[in-house]
């Protein structure tokens, strides 16, 4: 039996720096979710409380269950107030529709369904509210059709509209319960990790990238292009870091992130860092240009580009640094100083070669940093 | 009532030009299609046919009609196969659990939620899956949890899965045919367009920053820097790219585009379009450092670089123009020639400037696409 228990947490332990562990605990606790929520029909006493409405709260939390607490949130804020606004209007235009009656009464309830239906997409379609709204939107389609065309036959709409409304909100209670207070995904966290390791990425590449640059023809073709992939992961991080920054906005306060924390900055600051990838992407692809000065010409320049490689290396990482404990960037005036006393060192040494120029660049996205 | 026409024509025109047609297009299809459903509770003969499950015929209308044919389709088609996999999986675990009885028949249908539901949120959080069957598998998990827990209360299950699949082949049924049939927007003509205009892009890049590298200092401060913006546009293209790329695939045949066309081709071309962007970029970058050469030794420069510059725009222009009409770049070995000996030229004439070697990379990347 032991050497059973034994393989089997072998199993585990091998299974678990395989997958990432945040997947399984979030799919555990997506099957909580489903089986708290499917109580309401599997217990006699609360599935006569609801019936057959117990459908709506198993849907809630099957659509709003997202990955990130934030994106739940948001989802089901969205779908609640989608829910009340379409169902309100949607009664009222079924009651308006039972006044006329007759003919007039299905005319009206289908023009009101196209014009309310193709309004609520043309504004799903608008940007910026695709970008925070688009499920409230769509959701509020839904029910201002059900509810109105359900007014047609069920007598009493009123009954309907709130027994749902019940159940939805039951189902976002169970999902708000299971994401936000077990173990939650934090966007904001994410975010704020994500952004501070682009700072160690870009450094790494600088660094790489020179080391490359002074090393025989041998070890470079060891090494590879490792270093760029790491820059390039950076320059296409911008549609990742505004989903993030989108569900970060809808997190509460928690932790180290107060209220109205500033994730705007956050995106500015990915924005410079992918305009430093950019400058050191070019650099590589400069560097390996065969128009580059032989090998003994290279000789006296490698002591001081290396300083100003690793030294650069060094100031994002201690900004990754600062970023992530979240204090004040302490020695950057130290820093800017000393690249400063480098640049024309470097300048005076090396008037032919075109690298001064773009390490200039570097300093500049550097310093817009500070 | 003449005048009145006049304005009303004039009210029209003007918000035409305001607002993007398709969009409009797009919003009175989804009102079209959203009417034509709800036919199914207005009309009597048809409502006697499937009773209270219309409502699933309108839910799907609601939530599988997008903006692109293809993301309708796709999303039509996991939905589809959602239902019925986690439909008939649901049914069976229902039976099941009905032989077992009891107690144990609310255990069973318990951990089958718990089970089912966790490996499909799992299977959710795998790019690759989540890419392109995300949409099934919530649909897997909603079917197959609704299936199962209802199968405690009405006797009936297979009645109800088959009725409700019907229901929601109607509503795709109508989908497909407002989406497709009528002024279809296909992802495909999007993509094939915009990967074409990137060339345009980049090339009135390259000759903005040539213009405005031997304008004098107050002309440039009139033009600022519009042309960047292209060129940051085309580098932050990627995840649209890549959206287009994944609709476009699931579109059936139509137009100038056959089975199994190359959509991967076109997220090559974007990728090297993209690398290209990077170099105008940091050439950009270069040219505004102040260690650049001062106007008079400009001058010498002037001819042989602008001639370069616009035989780039010229070459990527032509290879715009041949994406657009599909047929095969003719004058590639031309222009490459022709780009060669410009370049021998240019660093015969300027051995100092460190213009050359970033020319070359661009050299290198347009002739990485012929």
Same mark, same amino acid.
């Given at each position: 039996?032991?050497?059973?228990?034994?393989?089997?947490?072998?199993?585990?332990?091998?299974?678990?720096?395989?997958?990432?562990?945040?997947?399984?605990?979030?799919?555990?606790?997506?099957?909580?979710?489903?089986?708290?929520?499917?109580?309401?029909?599997?217990?006699?006493?609360?599935?006569?409380?609801?019936?057959?409405?117990?459908?709506?709260?198993?849907?809630?939390? !099957?659509?709003?269950?997202?990955?990130?607490?934030? @994106? =739940?949130? +948001?989802? #089901?804020?969205?779908?609640? *107030?989608? %829910?009340? /606004?379409?169902?309100?209007?949607?009664?009222?235009?079924?009651?308006?529709?039972?006044?006329?009656?007759?003919?007039?009464?299905?005319?009206?309830?289908?023009?009101?369904?196209?014009?309310?239906?193709?309004?609520?997409?043309?504004?799903?379609?608008?940007?910026?509210?695709?970008?925070?709204?688009?499920?409230?939107?769509?959701?509020?389609?839904?029910?201002?059709?059900?509810?109105?065309?359900?007014?047609?036959?069920?007598?009493? !709409?009123?009954?309907?509209?709130?027994?749902?409304? @019940? =159940?939805? +909100?039951? #189902?976002?209670?169970?999902? *708000?319960? %299971?994401? /936000?207070?077990?173990?939650?995904?934090?966007?904001?966290?994410?975010?704020?990790?994500?952004?501070?390791?682009?700072?160690?990425?870009?450094?790494?590449?600088?660094?790489?990238?020179?080391?490359?640059?002074?090393?025989?023809?041998?070890?470079?073709?060891?090494?590879?292009?490792?270093?760029?992939?790491?820059?390039?992961?950076?320059?296409?991080?911008?549609?990742?870091?505004?989903?993030?920054?989108?569900?970060?906005?809808?997190?509460?306060?928690?932790?180290?992130?107060?209220?109205?924390?500033?994730?705007?900055?956050?995106?500015?600051?990915?924005?410079?860092?992918?305009?430093?990838?950019?400058?050191?992407?070019?650099?590589?692809?400069?560097?390996?240009?065969?128009?580059?000065?032989?090998?003994?010409?290279?000789?006296?320049?490698?002591?001081?580009?290396?300083?100003?490689?690793?030294?650069?290396?060094?100031?994002?990482?201690?900004?990754?640094?600062?970023?992530?404990?979240?204090?004040?960037?302490?020695?950057?005036?130290?820093?800017?100083?000393?690249?400063?006393?480098?640049?024309?060192?470097?300048?005076?040494?090396?008037?032919?070669?075109?690298?001064?120029?773009?390490?200039?660049?570097?300093?500049?996205?550097?310093?817009?940093?500070?």
């Amino acid at each position: 039996f032991r050497s059973y228990l034994a393989s089997v947490s072998g199993f585990i332990r091998e299974w678990r720096s395989k997958y990432d562990m945040r997947r399984v605990i979030h799919s555990i606790k997506v099957g909580i979710a489903l089986v708290l929520v499917s109580l309401f029909y599997l217990v006699n006493p609360l599935y006569n409380q609801v019936g057959e409405n117990a459908m709506w709260a198993i849907m809630t939390v !099957v659509v709003i269950f997202e990955f990130y607490a934030g @994106a =739940t949130l +948001g989802k #089901g804020i969205n779908r609640g *107030i989608g %829910t009340i /606004l379409g169902g309100g209007l949607g009664c009222m235009a079924a009651v308006l529709a039972q006044q006329i009656g007759g003919v007039g009464n299905s005319v009206l309830v289908g023009f009101s369904v196209f014009v309310f239906g193709a309004a609520a997409t043309y504004s799903r379609l608008i940007p910026s509210i695709k970008r925070r709204y688009d499920y409230g939107a769509m959701i509020f389609i839904l029910t201002f059709n059900l509810v109105v065309v359900s007014g047609l036959r069920a007598g009493q !709409v009123m009954d309907i509209a709130r027994d749902r409304l @019940a =159940t939805i +909100g039951i #189902g976002f209670a169970i999902c *708000i319960f %299971t994401s /936000l207070l077990v173990f939650p995904n934090w966007a904001s966290d994410e975010l704020h990790v994500s952004v501070a390791s682009k700072f160690e990425d870009v450094g790494s590449s600088i660094e790489g990238c020179m080391e490359g640059y002074f090393m025989s023809g041998n070890e470079k073709e060891k090494q590879g292009s490792n270093n760029c992939k790491n820059c390039k992961a950076v320059l296409h991080s911008k549609s990742k870091d505004e989903m993030l920054a989108n569900f970060a906005r809808w997190e509460p306060w928690h932790g180290k992130f107060g209220f109205s924390y500033p994730w705007n900055k956050y995106l500015q600051i990915g924005e410079n860092l992918r305009e430093l990838a950019v400058t050191v992407i070019s650099l590589r692809s400069c560097l390996e240009s065969p128009r580059q000065p032989t090998k003994n010409l290279r000789e006296p320049m490698t002591e001081p580009c290396s300083s100003v490689m690793s030294m650069l290396a060094w100031a994002l990482r201690e900004l990754r640094e600062s970023i992530m404990k979240m204090r004040r960037f302490q020695v950057g005036e130290e820093v800017l100083s000393k690249l400063k006393a480098v640049r024309v060192e470097l300048t005076l040494l090396t008037p032919q070669t075109m690298l001064a120029p773009l390490q200039k660049d570097e300093e500049l996205a550097v310093a817009s940093f500070l």
